[in-house]
């Protein structure tokens, strides 16, 4: 299937879906990574996503632009459509609005689409370490987990609080890669180049 944005896939598309915080940064170290697993990938900013994201650099890594806004209804779209999601980083906001079926950027309105398509989703939370253990943020990813998203939330690894010093944390990028992996091995026939 051809796009008006970018190459035709040669295998199964994954939306990397970048919030605001610092590992989105980094997200043009994953993304060729990701390709040589076989994913076509493409990336979708929320609006504070694109404060930290390298859009030239995606855009020159994917092929296709990178996203953070609805399309004009006559416009065609851009992307192909997703096989699968992964939300890197997910910030606290972002969680917690998702969790209620807030759908006010783009990249919300894909993920809650995405939940009742049924699609495979991974999410990186990547809050504080205090913001990690507030009570609406630990509801919340108990209830994306119950809808049948992976999320993977290790609390010894998150940033500190900011303070002078303040660990930066440890963002799990190889967990990231071997879950999406195993995603892409267990889509549905016909998905595979």
């Given at each position: 299937m051809a796009t008006s944005g970018g190459p035709v896939p040669d295998g199964p598309v994954l939306?990397?879906?970048a919030c605001g915080g610092r590992p989105?940064?980094?997200?043009?170290?994953?993304?060729?990574?990701?390709q040589a697993d076989g994913w076509t990938v493409c990336v979708v900013a929320t609006p504070s996503g694109t404060k930290f994201i390298p859009r030239d650099e995606l855009r020159e890594l994917t092929g296709?632009?990178?996203?953070?806004?609805?399309?004009?209804?006559?416009?065609?779209?851009?992307?192909?459509?997703a096989d699968a999601f992964a939300v890197v980083p997910a910030t606290f906001n972002t969680v917690n609005?998702?969790?209620?079926?807030?759908?006010?950027?783009?990249?919300?309105?894909?993920?809650?689409?995405?939940?009742?398509l049924g699609r495979p989703i991974v999410a990186v939370p990547w809050p504080n370490a205090a913001l990690a253990r507030h009570p609406v943020f630990e509801r919340n990813v108990a209830e994306l987990r119950a809808w049948g998203v992976h999320v993977i939330l290790d609390p010894?690894?998150?940033?500190?609080?900011?303070?002078?010093?303040?660990?930066?944390?440890?963002?799990?990028?190889?967990?990231?890669?071997?879950r999406l992996d195993l995603v892409r091995r267990n889509l549905p026939a016909g998905l595979e180049p």
């Amino acid at each position: 299937m051809a796009t008006s944005g970018g190459p035709v896939p040669d295998g199964p598309v994954l939306y990397l879906i970048a919030c605001g915080g610092r590992p989105a940064a980094d997200l043009a170290g994953l993304v060729p990574r990701l390709q040589a697993d076989g994913w076509t990938v493409c990336v979708v900013a929320t609006p504070s996503g694109t404060k930290f994201i390298p859009r030239d650099e995606l855009r020159e890594l994917t092929g296709f632009p990178v996203r953070n806004d609805y399309k004009r209804p006559e416009e065609p779209d851009v992307l192909p459509p997703a096989d699968a999601f992964a939300v890197v980083p997910a910030t606290f906001n972002t969680v917690n609005k998702w969790a209620q079926g807030i759908s006010d950027t783009l990249a919300l309105g894909l993920l809650n689409e995405a939940v009742g398509l049924g699609r495979p989703i991974v999410a990186v939370p990547w809050p504080n370490a205090a913001l990690a253990r507030h009570p609406v943020f630990e509801r919340n990813v108990a209830e994306l987990r119950a809808w049948g998203v992976h999320v993977i939330l290790d609390p010894a690894r998150l940033p500190a609080p900011d303070s002078p010093g303040a660990s930066e944390g440890s963002f799990p990028w190889d967990v990231l890669q071997t879950r999406l992996d195993l995603v892409r091995r267990n889509l549905p026939a016909g998905l595979e180049p």
